[in-house]
Structure formats: C-alpha cells, structure tokens
C-alpha cells in the first residue's frame, strides 16, 4: 500500500453529497486533503469521480435520482460541470491542475481509443495534473453504459498500469452481512473467490444516490485483482489511514498477473453485439487449441453487429465459451458459414480469406 507509485481512487456519489442531495463542498475537500497529500509524496494519483448526476439534482429541482436515462442524462449534464468546479477549485488550494476525462465503454473496448485513453491519462499524470474521470453519461445510451463507476475504475487502473486501486464509499469494506446490522463484521481481507462463499453481498444503500452497491464493488475487485492489481475498500473517511497502510477497510489481495491490455476489456466491459454459434469440432479449436474462428465452424449467426464490434461465441447448447472482436458484418456471414476459407477466398476474392475471429481478438470465458 505505502510503495504503490500510481493509484487509482474511486469516490462514490454517496461519499460527496449532503444528506439533502447537491454536492458537499466540505466533503470534496477532505477527499482532496487526502490526495494532495499523496501527490506530495510524488505518488500520482488518478480520481474516478461520480457524483454527476446527484449534484445535478438540485439544480434542476428534482427531488431524488430519477429513473429514466434522460432525466440522469440531464442531471449528470448539469452536474458533471458542477462536479468538475469544485474539484478544480478544491485542488488549487495545493496548486494542482485538474484534468477531466470523461469516457465511455468504447473508449476502452476498441483498441485505438483504449491507446488513446492511455495516452491521454499518462500525459496528465506526466504534466502534473490529475486526471478526474467519471463515464460520459451524456452521450452514454441504455445498451453502452457502463452504469456503475466500480468497474469503470478497474478498468482505469489497468488502462493507467495502476499499482493499487482504492474503492471510497460510505462503508468502511465489505462486511460479511448487511453493514446496518450489529451482527455483521468487517471483512479485513479477501484471498480470492473462496472468501468470498456465505458473505450476503448485497445493493446500494438507504442514501439512494449510490448504484451499484457492494455487487460492483467486488466485481470490480475481482477484475482488478486478476490482472494483478490489488484492491482497498474502505470509507472516505478512513482514506488517508488505509494509503498509510492502516488496517482499515477490505484488501483484496492480487489473485492474477497483468494480462495483455486488450483482453481484460474484452472480457469485463464489453457488451456483445451478437452471437455466433459453433459447431463442436470449432469449439475444441478455440477453447482448446486457441485458434482462431473460421467460417466453416460457424452454424448460425444473430444480431446485427458490424466488423469490430465484441461478439459472444456459443457451444451447440447455447453456452458462451468465448467473447471476440469479429471481422465482418452480421450481413455477410450467412454466405460464408461452412465454407472453407480457400474456397471463400477463389471464389470472392482475398479479402474474404481472413478469419472470422482472429485469435489474438479473443478472451475465453468460464461460466
Ligand atoms: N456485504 C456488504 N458489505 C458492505 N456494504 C454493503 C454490503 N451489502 C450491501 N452493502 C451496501 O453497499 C453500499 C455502498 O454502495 P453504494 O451506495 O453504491 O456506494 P457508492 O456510492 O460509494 O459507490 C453500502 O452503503 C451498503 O449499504
Ligand atoms: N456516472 C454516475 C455515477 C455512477 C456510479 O457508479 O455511482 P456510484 O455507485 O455512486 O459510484 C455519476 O457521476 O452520477
């Protein structure tokens, strides 16, 4: 925790608003105490921020979060602005420049704007400033949305190469029940899976401006830790004791190792935008020899994807074995399924000799 050069901090809305709604200026500014501090340190430090559509409430005169995408849309609008204001004006107490990243799934699920999202948090951290992301919840529809800033950080940390990834809420870890109840305690630390067996992991609490509850806490744990990145949750207020190393909050211990950049997204933020069925013999080549997808292993095709876009592959009884990143349109594949890639190629041309999958485009999933 205390040699970690580059952390990822994600705060929760439910750690920077009043118990009215609207951002708590006070609240942002011990955050920043905190990461200020790191900073001089010489530890760079990037902030995953939500809050937008909770400080976006007030203005707009909603009383509480609304339900429909629009109205979120809305508030975030309003509120990321509002958000952004105060950090930057929190952070020039230190004289520190603030830099807000906003992003999307596809910002880290195509691979030219996943470099391109490096580039940018690495040139931050380089001049100095720090980056404050938050998902682009504007222009962010229904079916692209990431929805909870947990798995959003995970992913920002690998992106970044983080060292540590820090989660900020309201509760100081994970308990092994319901926090509210005096029976339930603390969860110091999680190996792996296994520790994780019996504990009732449960939604968003009373404040009602938090989304994804401890579910996409520990999700997000989980995909940060099996690329080798280890995890602290803990409360805002317990922030500076657990960077100082304090037993405060849950660590989650690293279960993995780095993986190759592109796959980890693959497999965790990408929505797949069709499905592709395999016969047995194409199954064996992919999961077991990681070859890659050619039309004649294919037996049908659904959805309306495009090339490039992620794609689950399914077993004869609909089971997703693989997710990958196809290369052509929904529309062109029925003529080609079954048919061997020399033949594709003499009858329509070159182009149609590449894979359907290539393999360095493919994660295998376990479910
Ligand atoms: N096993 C558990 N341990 C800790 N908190 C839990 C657990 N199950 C559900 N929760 C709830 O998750 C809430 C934190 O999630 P959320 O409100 O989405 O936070 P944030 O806005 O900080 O992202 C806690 O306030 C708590 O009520
Ligand atoms: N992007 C949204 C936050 C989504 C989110 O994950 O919220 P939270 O569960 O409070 O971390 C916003 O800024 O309001």
């Known amino acids: 925790m205390t040699s970690a050069r580059r952390i990822v901090v994600k705060v929760g809305s439910s750690s920077l608003t009043t118990a009215q709604g609207g951002l708590d200026p006070d609240r942002v500014d011990v955050l920043v105490d905190v990461i200020a501090a790191k900073r001089a340190e010489g530890v760079e430090v990037v902030l995953v921020s939500s809050g937008a559509i909770a400080a976006g409430l007030a203005p707009l005169g909603l009383a509480r979060r609304p339900r429909d995408l629009a109205t979120q849309q809305a508030a975030a609008s309003v509120g990321q602005g509002l958000l952004v204001a105060r950090y930057t004006a929190s952070f020039a107490r230190y004289g520190l420049r603030v830099g807000q990243v906003l992003l999307t799934v596809d910002d880290v699920t195509r691979r030219a704007h996943y470099r391109n999202a490096y580039n940018t948090l690495d040139k931050l951290l380089a001049m100095g400033a720090v980056p404050v992301v938050n998902e682009n919840d504007t ?33 100081d870890g994970l308990y092994d029940g319901d926090p509210a109840k005096p029976t339930s305690s603390r969860v110091p630390f999680v190996t792996g899976p296994a520790d994780l067996e019996g504990i009732e992991i449960g939604k968003a609490g009373k404040s009602g401006v938090g989304t994804g509850g401890m579910v996409t806490k520990v999700e997000a744990a989980g995909i940060a830790t099996s690329a080798g990145i280890p995890v602290v949750l803990t409360a805002t207020r ?23 950049d592109r796959l980890l997204w693959l497999a965790h933020a990408s929505t797949a935008r069709g499905r592709l069925a395999l016969d047995p013999g194409a199954v064996r080549a992919v999961v077991e020899r990681r070859s890659s997808l050619l039309p004649a292993g294919i037996t049908g095709v659904q959805g309306g994807f495009v090339a490039g876009d992620p794609v689950d592959l399914v077993d004869e009884n609909g089971h997703i074995v693989a997710r990958g990143l196809v290369n052509f349109d929904a529309k062109e594949l029925p003529g080609l399924l079954g048919r ?9 041309g070159p182009a149609y000799e590449r894979e359907v999958v290539h393999r360095d485009d493919l994660v295998l999933l376990r479910r």
Do not use: C, M, Q, Y
């Not at 079916?143 to 509760?171: C, K, P, Q, T, Y």
């Open 139 to 171: 222009v962010a529809t229904e079916e692209i949305r990431f929805g909870d800033n947990d798995r959003l950080a995970a992913l920002v940390a690998h992106v970044v190469h983080a060292d540590l990834l820090v989660l900020l809420s309201d509760v």
């Open 340 to 348: 061997s890639t020399r033949e594709l190629a003499r009858e329509l």
């Open 238 to 260: 317990f922030a500076s004791d657990a960077l100082a190393g304090k037993d405060t909050g849950t660590l989650f211990h690293r279960t993995g190792v780095r993986t190759a």
